[in-house]
């Protein structure tokens, strides 16, 4: 489930332009505390043991659904509404410095370094 929801950040992050950094920060902090509170309050076969069990009832449709899943689709709820609203309010999204030359390097260059051995054959 913790892992699930670092999908929208990174996947939107790096991917978009559109999504609000702060916007994907709290949606992935709301997809980890629905999570883990949610996942922890439901254990199987009513032991004192949590996390025993990774389905609870899904807000608002009344079934058990997988949490993960859940808290997925409330980190990304958030992260729309929030990206929303951030940029209504004009809140700056920081400043991207790098410059088209930042994304290549060739051999030769100061500060590269080959990653092989060149003298010795490759098998």
Known sequence: ???LQTLPAIVFGLFTRWFHR???LLGWAAGMVYGTVAAYGYCTACTTRPF???LAIVPGLGRAGYIGLTA??????VAVVLTVVL???KVS?????TVQPDYFADAGEPGVQPT??????IH
Not at 72 to 77: I, K, T, Y
Not at 93 to 97: A, E
């Open 1 to 3: 489930m913790w892992i």
């Open 22 to 24: 702060w916007a994907l």
């Open 52 to 54: 025993g069990n990774s």
């Open 72 to 77: 997925l689709v409330l980190n990304v709820v």
């Open 87 to 89: 940029r209504a309010l």
């Open 93 to 97: 999204n920081g400043t991207d410095i």
């Open 116 to 121: 092989v051995d060149e003298s010795q054959p």
